[in-house]
């Protein structure tokens, strides 16, 4: 059974990744303007080795979640602990370090890659920024390049010679550098068609089988969640507003917001299409006429 955010359930002792009440404002465009709240109180856990998704449409907040945890977003009250230690306003050197343990991958494989690097220097440069040895250094990125399962000769191209796949294949094996324990992925695949957004999510289950790397799995796309997470929270203006196991947040959602993105995604039966249009416009009337009535 899903829970509703307003009645979290305790935090289990041992979670990777803990948010408690965690409120994000961002100040406003004008002096002595009220500051823009976009996370309400969110509560969040990841366990170790475990993909948590988290779901919504633009502007729900669910990309200022992962900001704060790679310490990027101006955190108003709350926590955020790693590892049971506290993440929230760390040090210079303290955050270099905790990178080793919490990497990202972003949307866009063709702006967050170096164009100007081969494939060798995007790779080899944190491992020998860290104390790797050129010769171990190389040694990892053949193993790298083996596990985002591209040629070995890929590390002497540049990233503009390969398709969007392949260069976030290229993402992720920079994000495994280090042996992270934690990968926040932020629309990680909303950029690429669906036949190799199919591949690349099947890539991120065997790294995560293998490796026990845990994942965020930041998407505005309930199907992808379906097919990568074990659990999944449901995000709208800056709140979770379910949260629970994949498959019975699916199969039984709790939230009319939840049922909203369900009827969202296409399906390629066309009557089946039809009637979902026709639902989702219901809600989304409804949801309009009732915010209405409260003004």
């Known amino acids: 059974m899903s829970a509703a955010q307003e009645t979290p359930t305790p935090t289990p002792q041992g979670d990777l990744l803990s948010i408690q009440k965690l409120v994000v404002e961002y ?23 475990e993909t948590v998704g988290l779901v919504g449409e633009s502007g729900s907040g669910k990309s200022t979640i992962g900001r704060a945890v790679l310490g990027l977003a101006p955190i108003a009250s709350g926590e955020i602990r790693f590892d049971g230690r506290s993440i929230v306003n760390l040090k210079p050197k303290e955050r270099r370090a905790l990178s080793r343990d919490i990497q990202v991958v972003f949307q866009d494989p063709y702006t967050s890659l170096n164009p100007a690097m081969t494939v060798n220097d995007i790779l080899t440069e944190p491992l020998l920024v860290t104390g790797s040895t050129r010769t171990e250094a190389d040694a990892r990125v053949r193993d790298l390049l083996d596990q985002v399962q591209l040629p070995a000769n890929s590390g002497n191209r540049y990233a503009k010679e390969f398709s969007g796949g392949q260069r976030q294949r290229i993402a992720i094996a920079r ?69 629970g196991p994949t498959a019975s947040v699916i ?7 939840t049922r909203a993105l369900l009827l969202a995604a296409p399906v390629a039966n066309p009557a089946v299409q039809a009637k979902r249009r026709t639902e989702r416009r219901r809600f989304l009337e409804a949801q309009t006429e009732s915010i209405t009535a409260v003004r």
């Open 175 to 243: 994000a495994l550098c280090r042996d992270p324990r934690l990968i926040v992925c932020d629309e990680a695949v909303s950029a690429l068609d669906l036949t190799t957004q199919a591949r690349v999510l099947e890539l991120f289950t065997e790294i995560r089988e293998r490796t026990g790397v845990a994942l965020l799995f930041i998407t505005h796309d309930l199907d992808v969640v379906k097919h990568i997470s074990q659990r999944v929270a449901v995000m709208r203006d800056g709140r979770i507003l379910e949260t």
């Open 251 to 257: 199969e039984d959602p709790q939230h009319a917001y």
């Open 27 to 49: 100040p406003g465009r004008v002096r002595k303007r009220k500051k823009f709240r976009v996370l309400h109180e969110v509560d969040l856990r990841i366990a170790p080795g």
